[in-house]
């Protein structure tokens, strides 16, 4: 009779014998619960940083981007939006991926130098380096788009 209310009001009941055990369940079900969360908010939640492109390491200048960049500020990761601020806030894409050391990395943060790719999710025309935005002075500051959930 309980377990059929707790499944009408979508209420966990957690069973065992032994209260270790108990225990061990409710961690791993707050874990399980913690993962599910993260990852649904993965997209909305998003990291601001600042990078600089490396002039010596532009190895694919359109769709997808591909450079070597130096994090001068923040924490990069996969799936952070990119723009350029020096060119009026343009956008150019989606960071899809980070390498360190030809080893494919979540993230990036302040001093590290990786090789992001940079991908056009749709919808835009791709943005292509040297056309849209470039290395004038020798530094390029790319920045993270900064975004605020509204409750």
């Given at each position: 009779?309980?377990?059929?209310?707790?499944?009408?009001?979508?209420?966990?009941?957690?069973?065992a014998?032994?209260?270790?055990?108990?225990?061990?369940r409710?961690t791993?079900?707050?874990?399980?619960?913690?993962?599910?969360?993260?990852?649904?908010?993965?997209?909305?939640?998003?990291?601001?940083c600042?990078?600089?492109?490396?002039?010596?390491?532009?190895?694919?200048?359109?769709d997808?981007?591909?450079?070597?960049?130096?994090?001068?500020?923040?924490?990069?990761?996969?799936?952070?939006?990119?723009?350029?601020?020096?060119?009026?806030?343009?956008?150019?894409?989606?960071?899809?991926?980070?390498?360190?050391?030809?080893?494919?990395?979540?993230?990036?943060?302040?001093?590290?130098?990786?090789?992001?790719k940079?991908?056009?999710?749709?919808?835009?025309?791709?943005?292509?380096?040297?056309?849209?935005?470039?290395d004038?002075?020798?530094?390029?500051?790319?920045?993270?788009?900064?975004?605020?959930?509204?409750?």
């Amino acid at each position: 009779d309980a377990q059929e209310m707790a499944d009408r009001e979508n209420v966990k009941i957690f069973q065992a014998d032994i209260i270790y055990h108990l225990f061990d369940r409710f961690t791993e079900y707050q874990e399980d619960l913690i993962k599910q969360k993260k990852e649904q908010f993965r997209s909305v939640a998003v990291f601001p940083c600042k990078l600089k492109i490396m002039p010596e390491h532009i190895y694919m200048s359109r769709d997808p981007i591909v450079v070597g960049v130096q994090v001068t500020g923040g924490v990069l990761r996969t799936g952070t939006p990119i723009c350029v601020p020096s060119k009026e806030f343009i956008y150019i894409g989606v960071c899809t991926g980070i390498q360190h050391n030809n080893k494919d990395v979540d993230s990036a943060k302040k001093g590290d130098e990786v090789c992001v790719k940079i991908e056009n999710p749709g919808g835009d025309a791709p943005k292509m380096f040297g056309r849209h935005f470039d290395d004038q002075r020798g530094s390029v500051r790319v920045e993270s788009l900064l975004m605020l959930a509204s409750k």
